[in-house]
């Protein structure tokens, strides 16, 4: 494979100046930086090529070999070239792109090239009804959360400014002072280990780098979901910061409460009312389910607490096959108001129980009790 000219990689022009050449990398870096191209392998070998083409250009004696030379002139391996002398090291740039909240932020310790940081995951409630949660659904989501500054591109100084290297400790964050034999390293105080110092720091994020959003994303809810279920978005969470990737997102499920059907597991519940008429007549009832109704066969002489199951009208399994049952269970259900009608009936049905309950012997039985 041919390898393509640095300039044309970086697309600038041979006469290009040190500071262009980093403009057009910091832009192109941060287009192809992995992190925002996750598995996407050609951005990560673009991401390569920019890294390396820069790394050539950057500096002063490599330059010069490749102006005349060509890739013969640097052929060393990219990798090298990267560790330069004059040249601060691919992670320096990267640093620079992509935020240096910490020098504003304070109390850190520690050497800089190791703060990069995965962003924050967040959690987010959302509450949907039995019914979103039977047929799945696409939920819109508002969600607050960190972003990389637009405006500063994350590097936390104002536009057409950079941060500058520290002057105390010359970019790497740590003094070094002798003590006996020892050397002995230290956090650098007036950059507070960052290795950078910002003049002019970006109005937008306050030098932080990352700004506060809300971020508006459609999120797929599957079927079967329930109270507690969590559902991952894998990068959604808040951007990292220094260079580090984003947290991810998760998404609580609560169902919300339904007027008809409680829920455990894959399983309804619901209740079914029926008149003393028809627990005692038996009788074909209509029940409703989460997708219509099912006749069931209420048989003679049915009584209160009595369930019925009708199988594969309950949830849908989540992430597996199949169904779960819906279980109805039977109150009879005593008239608060009676027409004449149904008076006289109940009346004439109240005789002969009473007749009944005296052939037993039952009456005075129920009497003491009462009584
Ligand atoms: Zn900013
Ligand atoms: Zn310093």
């Not at 607490?305 to 005593?334: A, Q, W, Y």
Request: hydrophobic share 30%; proline share 4%; glycine share 14%.
């Amino acid at each position: 494979m041919s390898k393509r000219d640095y300039y044309e990689v970086l697309g600038v022009s041979r006469t290009a100046t040190d500071q262009e050449l980093k403009s057009a990398y910091r832009a192109l870096a941060q287009r192809y930086h992995p992190d925002k191209n996750q598995n996407d392998a050609s951005a990560e070998e673009k991401f390569k090529e920019l890294g390396e083409a820069y790394g050539v250009l950057a500096d002063p004696d490599q330059r010069q070999r490749y102006d005349r030379f060509g890739h013969a002139g640097v052929s060393s391996g990219a990798g090298q070239t990267w560790g330069a002398p004059g040249f601060g090291g691919i992670e320096d740039i990267l640093g620079d792109l992509f935020g240096f909240s910490d020098v504003f932020g304070g109390g850190r310790t520690g050497a800089r090239r190791s703060a990069a940081q995965r962003g924050a995951d967040l959690r987010y409630d959302l509450e949907i009804t039995l019914e979103d949660a039977y047929r799945g659904m696409t939920a819109q989501l508002r969600i607050p959360r960190l972003e990389t500054c637009e405006t500063c591109k994350g590097n936390g100084a104002a536009p057409g400014t950079q941060p500058e290297t520290c002057s105390n400790c010359g970019g790497s964050g740590q003094v070094r002072y002798q003590q006996g034999f020892f050397s002995v390293a230290r956090t650098c105080q007036p950059c507070r280990g960052a290795g950078r110092v910002m003049k002019n720091p970006c109005t937008d994020c306050r030098g932080a780098g990352r700004i506060e959003r809300e971020k508006q994303m459609e999120v797929k809810i599957p079927a079967g979901v329930e109270t507690g279920s969590r559902l991952r978005v894998q990068g959604e969470g808040e951007s990292g910061s220094q260079g580090g990737p984003s947290g991810d997102l998760y998404v609580v499920i609560h169902l919300a409460e339904h007027e008809r059907f409680e829920r455990q597991g894959s399983n309804l519940y619901a209740s079914l009312p029926l008149t003393f008429a028809q627990a005692a007549l038996g009788a074909d009832v209509f029940v409703s389910t989460m997708e219509g109704e099912e006749k069931i066969k209420v048989p003679t002489g049915t009584q209160t607490g009595t369930v019925f199951r009708i199988k594969g009208k309950g949830m849908p399994v989540l992430g597996g096959r199949g169904r779960g049952d819906l279980f109805v269970s039977v109150s009879v259900v005593t008239p608060t108001s009676l027409t004449r009608e149904q008076r006289k009936l109940l009346e004439q049905l109240a005789i002969i129980e009473n007749k009944d309950l005296e052939d037993k012997g039952l009456v005075d039985k129920v009497r003491d009790i009462f009584g």
